[in-house]
């Protein structure tokens, strides 16, 4: 009995360090960032909700700098950077569509 | 020229000051080498432990007391849960390929088996009462209605069923990552590698406050509270009546009793507590480090409530006289067939003797009337 079990348990062990690889794991905004950031340096934005794995909703603008910063959805100014943005990228699809 | 400068100051005082989403490579790590070398062993144990208390009671030791009922039935939980956690450990390594079905059986498994692990614990105390502190009560109820303990089962399982419904409802596969991610140029997307993970996911904010508020909150509550109470009253009461007892035995019972609710506080409260102190700080914000603090206290101490899963058979089943008993009977005639196997050609007075020698058993057993508690 005791040699199965040594099998047995040795065999899993085996087996459960072939399987393991890095899960999928997510990075999450816990705090917003307290200043604001000038519209030049954001090239894009992510949308943080608390629907999924994450805990506090957040707008995560992605800058120049390589920077990913976490900033509050209820402020002003964080709307008004999403809404230029979006007008950004909509007239450099226009642009695009027209060449 | 002034335009260059003044952006160049916005850039270097506005970084210093930048949030940044959390990092999660520490916890990452300390995961991994729990699912490579810790949770292996807990599952193995936890597996061969429970088997062999399904196998005594189903081949030879019988459902005689309500006891017994309660012991399988942990049995049962505890099985089921050291066979899905390596389930959920691989799917989770391969982006949960075997689908949402499996995420959710998976998930909702584990959590019914969390539920029913513990409310049984606290049937088992409950009977012990009985069974020593209202002796004279409720000899008559315990004898005659086996029935009881069945139907308790069946309640328990209900309880732990529909407490797990979040679980199975909401629990979904999908793809990790941000929503509605927009960039100014697509081809500074960095392209990374779609990855799937399984986890609550919600139709709106409020739901989603309200259950990731009353999940856990229940688990601690229902899970972890609620036995610790039923097991404290009861087991305390136990214990005064065996002390006043004049049974020689009573000081090792004694023990027995103590050890049983220790292990249970040991494994269980560390990791009730931080799920308790996780939950009431859910949505306010916090420091990455004491974020990773606490993320790092709930792997350690959930590992920790896991190895009472392997803990139970020695706790509680083969701590019994009667059990060990059977359990040898087991390794005996497994060793009377090995030697049957090998001597198959002798004679008809061989086979004779093991027909007596069943018989015997049979007797043996039928004129037991210790309970599993008498050791």
């Not at chain 1, 995560?60 to 990228?89: A, Q, Y």
């Not at chain 2, 088997?51 to 309660?70: C, E, F, G, N, Q």
């Not at chain 2, 494994?267 to 420091?287: A, G, R, S």
């Not at chain 2, 005639?333 to 090995?338: E, T, V, Y």
């Amino acid at each position: 009995m005791s040699r199965i079990s040594a099998c047995v348990m040795v065999l899993t062990i085996v087996a459960l360090g072939l399987l393991c690889t890095d899960a999928a794991a997510v990075s999450c905004c816990r705090k917003y960032t307290k200043g604001m950031i000038p519209m030049s340096l954001i090239k894009g934005y992510s949308i943080q909700t608390i629907t999924r794995s994450c805990h506090i909703n957040a707008v995560i603008f992605h800058t120049n700098g390589g920077k990913n910063i976490c900033t509050d959805p209820s402020k002003g100014w964080v709307m008004e950077s999403i809404r230029k943005l979006r007008e950004k990228v909509q007239a450099i699809n226009k642009k695009n569509s027209k060449a | 020229m002034i335009n260059d400068s003044s952006e160049n100051y916005n850039y270097g005082d506005y970084y210093e000051g930048a949030v940044e989403p959390c990092s999660v490579e520490s916890r990452q790590k300390l995961e991994n080498f729990l699912r490579l070398f810790i949770h292996p062993i807990i599952c193995v144990a936890g597996f061969i432990g429970n088997s062999l208390v399904i196998v005594t009671y189903a081949l030879y030791k019988r459902t005689k007391s309500m006891t017994d009922v309660y012991l399988l039935n942990v049995a049962i939980a505890d099985i089921l849960f050291v066979v899905a956690l390596p389930l959920i450990i691989y799917s989770e390594q391969h982006s949960w390929a075997m689908g949402n079905m499996s995420c959710k059986l998976l998930r909702g498994i584990y959590s019914v088996n969390l539920y029913s692990g513990m409310l049984l614990l606290a049937c088992i105390s409950g009977d012990r009462y009985l069974a020593i502190v209202q002796a004279r009560r409720s000899f008559r109820l315990r004898s005659s209605t086996l029935l009881y303990s069945h139907l308790v089962c069946a309640a328990v399982w209900l309880l732990a069923l529909l407490l797990s419904l979040p679980t199975f409802i909401f629990y979904e596969r999908y793809e990790n990552g941000l929503t509605e991610s927009t960039f100014l140029f697509n081809n500074n997307t960095i392209m990374e590698e779609i990855q799937y993970v399984c986890s609550f996911k919600f139709e709106s904010n409020e739901t989603a406050r309200m259950m990731k508020t009353i999940v856990p909150s229940s688990q601690v509550a229902v899970g972890f509270f609620l036995p610790l109470l039923i097991m404290g009253f009861c087991y305390s009461s136990v214990i005064v009546t065996l002390l006043r007892a004049k049974n020689f035995q009573r000081h090792k019972a004694v023990r027995v009793v103590l050890t049983v609710v220790l292990v249970f506080v040991v494994c269980h409260m560390p990791y009730n507590l931080v799920l308790l102190y996780h939950t009431i700080n859910l949505f306010e914000q916090q420091e990455c480090s004491h974020e990773e603090a606490v993320a790092l206290t709930m792997t350690i101490t959930e590992s920790l409530a896991y190895l009472h899963s392997c803990l139970n058979p020695l706790l509680y089943a083969f701590i019994g006289v009667n059990f060990r008993n059977h359990f040898r009977k087991i390794l005996r005639d497994i060793w009377c067939l090995g030697k049957n196997y090998m001597s198959a050609r002798r004679s008809s007075r061989v086979t004779t003797e093991m027909y007596l020698s069943t018989r015997r058993s049979m007797d043996y057993s039928n004129n037991e009337n210790g309970t599993s508690f008498t050791m």
